[in-house]
């Protein structure tokens, strides 16, 4: 059973373009959430997917940045016109259900690392 | 405000030692509380994880103990090698919410 699989592992960009980040969730998970690490700082949530739909972008910038979760393939992070303040490294975590079970872990991937330069 | 404090934020250490590395939140409302190890480059490994109605979970040389009353949790390792050398993340899933919220971490160095 394959982990939360990222791609691209490093991206770069120039100011003003765009920035797409992608996610494939464990097998079987159909949640998926996208958290943002910025040098010296702790990771912090973004926003939280099921299966086209958003249900919690309480962490996203009101601006530039914006996340879907299709009905099929992976789960993608846009940034629009990136700034030297987006370069961080952006990690993606899947679970399996929308049960609040007690034992349900959060599966992170390997994370996308962004560079603007 | 909901949030995670991990201190200290460096430990460094002799092979061989026992250690504990501290967590604290700020809302004693918690639904269940991980522990992650993260190295350099790499994603988030789970550790352990510590329901709200859990005292502590123990798994190989981990042990994780949960205090909600006082806001804490502490995640003690046996016996450290250099392969523990990492950065210890503390994630709390406060209330009904269903995201995590970090700690900063503890970034770990086991010395041989």
């Known amino acids: 059973n394959a982990g939360v699989m990222q791609n691209p592992r490093h991206l770069v960009r120039r100011r003003g373009q765009e920035a797409r980040l992608r996610c494939s969730p464990m097998?079987?998970?159909?949640?998926v959430y996208w958290y943002r690490q910025l040098p010296e700082e702790g990771l912090k949530f973004m926003v939280y997917l099921q299966k086209e739909n958003i249900i919690d972008e309480s962490g996203m910038p009101k601006e530039r940045f914006s996340a879907e979760f299709p009905k099929e393939g992976p789960s993608i992070l846009r940034i629009q016109q990136v700034v030297r303040g987006d370069s961080a490294a952006y990690f993606c975590?899947?679970?399996?259900?929308?049960?609040?079970?007690?034992?349900?872990?959060?599966?992170f991937g390997s994370g996308t690392q962004l560079s603007v330069l | 405000k909901q949030e995670v404090t991990q201190i200290p934020a460096a430990l460094s250490v002799p092979e061989g030692e026992n250690l504990v590395l501290n967590c604290s939140f700020t809302?004693?409302?918690?639904?269940?509380l991980q522990w992650f190890r993260q190295d350099p480059g790499k994603g988030l490994t789970s550790l352990l994880l510590?329901?709200?109605?859990?005292r502590e979970q123990t798994s190989g040389r981990l042990n994780a103990s949960l205090d909600k009353s006082s806001g804490r949790s502490t995640l003690y390792i046996a016996a450290s090698q250099p392969g523990d050398s990492a950065t210890y993340l503390c994630?709390?899933?406060?209330?009904?919410?269903?995201?995590?919220?970090f700690g900063s971490g503890t970034q770990l160095t086991v010395l041989p």
């Open positions: 510590i329901q709200s109605s859990q």
């Open positions: 809302d004693s409302a918690i639904y269940n």
């Open positions: 097998k079987g998970h159909s949640h």
């Open positions: 975590a899947s679970s399996p259900s929308g049960n609040r079970g007690n034992n349900e872990k959060l599966f």
């Open positions: 994630a709390v899933r406060f209330g009904s919410a269903r995201q995590l919220t």
